[in-house]
């Protein structure tokens, strides 16, 4: 940390270099500093998003998404337990950009050509798309020191993201509980410029990537989103061209809350059941769910299942050994049940580690340097 004075009101305070963008604790002023030079410059395109959400209502929203997804919503109270609350305000570059995707691939025919030759089977085809987008950029150096915070972008094509930017007018408007009002702003029209008061309590994170490098992983994102979208055209993608068009940027903060919970069955399963923490990231305007962890997952349910039946075989084995033969049968079948649950269990278990440790070819390279180095 190191003493500067605001170039606005002349106030002296404590700075982090690190930061891209000084924020002045007294007037809310934003300045950038040229470390080589001491000079300091007023950077004017600062907003923030005011944060209108508190504890006690962010609580309230969490239960009831809660009960939505319980199958027994009167429960719900009694079988979850929110741990933990906590609000953010996070940096963000909000690129407005148009691009435009020019494709040609190979489909195949719905009926096998009469044509002999190799490849009549396959057509050529070209295709043309156009979006706009105010496309979100985490302005931290770290994109994964908050969770989830580097996979919010669920787009509704089929696609697997792999990227951490998204578009600001999609991503921070769904998963609203009450539907929206007629003629309600969007969370980029009720920006304000910054000002500490409009954060309401909640810590602001400062900005530590620039604006180039900023724009730069916006191309990219929007490169591999569009990518993604012209390969669902074709069988086989020959080629693949964007055009951009930037209109401007802007650096917004925008209220996050992170809370954290935990499911307990009320039922004789929660003696089978190993509770564990859930996330969910709700964003601080409306309390719109943008991603949640499921209390328990079809593979929870799979080890429940492989626990139960492998409990009943064992009590059916002692009965045919101690009673009748017939309860060998019976010990046998839930026998294979649980052996079939385990093995789906495991299954999933490792399909969930895959996708974890899943990285994109660019940080596989980046790790295979810095192991040489």
Not at 81 to 106: A, N, Y
Not at 184 to 190: D, I
């Amino acid at each position: 940390m190191h003493e500067l004075t605001c170039p606005a009101c002349g106030s002296p305070s404590q700075y982090n270099f690190r930061d891209f963008v000084m924020m002045c604790p007294f007037c809310s002023a934003s300045f950038r500093l040229d470390i080589e030079t001491g000079r300091k410059e007023l950077f004017g395109d600062h907003y923030i998003i005011p944060n209108t959400i508190d504890p006690v209502r962010l609580k309230e929203h969490v239960t009831e998404w809660l009960k939505r997804l319980h199958h027994k919503p009167g429960l719900a109270e009694k079988e979850f337990v929110i741990l933990d609350i906590r609000g953010t305000s996070i940096p963000f570059w909000i690129v407005s950009l148009e691009i435009h995707t020019v494709w040609k691939g190979v489909i195949q025919r719905s009926k096998r050509a009469t044509d002999a030759k190799l490849g009549a089977d396959y057509l050529t085809e070209s295709g043309t798309f156009r979006r706009a987008y105010r496309w979100a950029v985490n302005a931290r150096s770290n994109i994964c020191e908050n969770w989830g915070m580097a996979r919010l972008h669920e787009p509704k094509e089929p696609v697997n993201v792999v990227w951490d930017g998204f578009p600001l007018d999609s991503t921070y408007s769904r998963g609203r509980l009450t539907p929206e009002a007629e003629g309600e702003k969007s969370a980029y029209e009720r920006r304000e410029f910054f000002e500490f008061k409009y954060a309401n309590g909640l810590p602001i994170l400062g900005c530590q990537i620039q604006e180039d490098e900023a724009l730069r992983r916006a191309k990219t994102h929007v490169e591999w989103y569009h990518y993604n979208i012209a390969q669902m055209h074709a069988d086989y993608l020959m080629d693949c061209r964007h055009e951009f068009d930037i209109a401007g940027m802007q650096l917004i903060h925008m209220p996050f809350w992170h809370a954290t919970y935990a499911y307990r069955p009320a039922n004789f399963l929660r003696h089978f059941y190993r509770t564990v923490e859930k996330h969910v990231i709700i964003e601080g305007i409306n309390g719109g769910i943008l991603k949640g962890e499921l209390g328990i997952i079809h593979r929870d349910k799979v080890q429940i299942n492989a626990v139960v039946t492998g409990g009943a075989a064992i009590l059916f084995f002692l009965l045919g050994a101690v009673w009748t033969p017939m309860f060998f049968l019976v010990a046998l079948f839930f026998g294979v049940v649980s052996g079939l649950s385990a093995y789906t269990a495991m299954i999933k278990l490792e399909e969930r580690k895959r996708h974890v440790n899943h990285v994109t070819p660019a940080a596989s390279n980046a790790k295979m340097k810095a192991q040489d180095l």
